[in-house]
Antibody, heavy 118, light 108 residues
């Protein structure tokens, strides 16, 4: 059974870079699928951030493209998110998930709250 | 950019049928997926590719998609179905995932 777990700082200062890692267990990410990030501001809806295939091809939300980098480390069976120049508007619960390439998303990690504040 | 519009809320009595719509331009030409999110939890996929159910999802959850509207139908609604529901598609014109605005289902 595939399981995903996000990790990273819960507090990031404005203008700095948010960095999160998603550890995958129960499945080797080099075997296939894509792996993605989705966020949810407090009390609001879901926003798709981007995804990366097992071979390293990336897709990003155009509204975040200039600030987002998603990378994959098959040796550690994990993938990562970097979001630069953060502001309070980037405060959200960040979910990592398995992503059928260019299609549905499942399963999801439990999510981690990242607050942008000085 | 591609926009998916859902009603903010739907209320339904136990045992009745809830229908949640997801509107988008020519959405019938895309594959639509639906997620259930309960408070404080991660979303769970309940319908994919318009009308297929992942293993473990009750047959009470079904989907359809045609024209400019996709619909998630929950039959014989139970108290445990109370949650937020989101539709999602892949927008091939911008190569990105898109989520709907979300619908809160309240069981009366």
């Amino acid at each position: 059974q595939v399981q995903l777990q996000e990790s990273g700082p819960g507090l990031v200062r404005p203008s700095e870079t948010l960095s999160l890692t998603c550890a995958v267990s129960g499945y080797s990410i080099s075997n296939g699928y894509s792996w993605g990030w989705i966020r949810q501001p407090p009390g609001k809806g879901l926003e798709w951030i981007g995804s990366i295939s097992h071979s390293g091809s990336t897709y990003y939300n155009p509204s975040l493209r200039s600030r987002v980098t998603i990378s994959i480390d098959t040796s550690k069976n994990q993938f990562s998110l970097r979001l630069s120049s953060v502001t309070a508007a980037d405060t959200a619960v960040y979910f990592c998930a398995r992503h059928m390439t260019r299609n549905w998303v499942a399963p999801w990690g439990q999510g981690t709250l990242v607050t942008v504040s000085s | 950019s591609y926009v998916l519009t859902q009603p903010p809320s739907v209320s339904v009595a136990p045992g009745q049928t809830a229908r949640i719509t997801c509107g988008g331009n020519n959405i019938g030409s895309k594959s639509v997926h639906w997620y259930q999110q309960k408070p404080g939890q991660a979303p769970v996929l309940v319908v994919y590719d318009d009308s297929d159910r992942p293993s473990g999802i009750p047959e009470r959850f079904s989907g359809s998609n045609s024209g400019n509207t996709a619909t998630l139908t929950i039959s014989r609604v139970e108290a445990g179905d109370e949650a937020d529901y989101y539709c999602q598609v892949w927008d091939s014109s911008s190569d990105r995932g898109v989520f709907g605005t979300g619908t809160k289902v309240t069981v009366l």
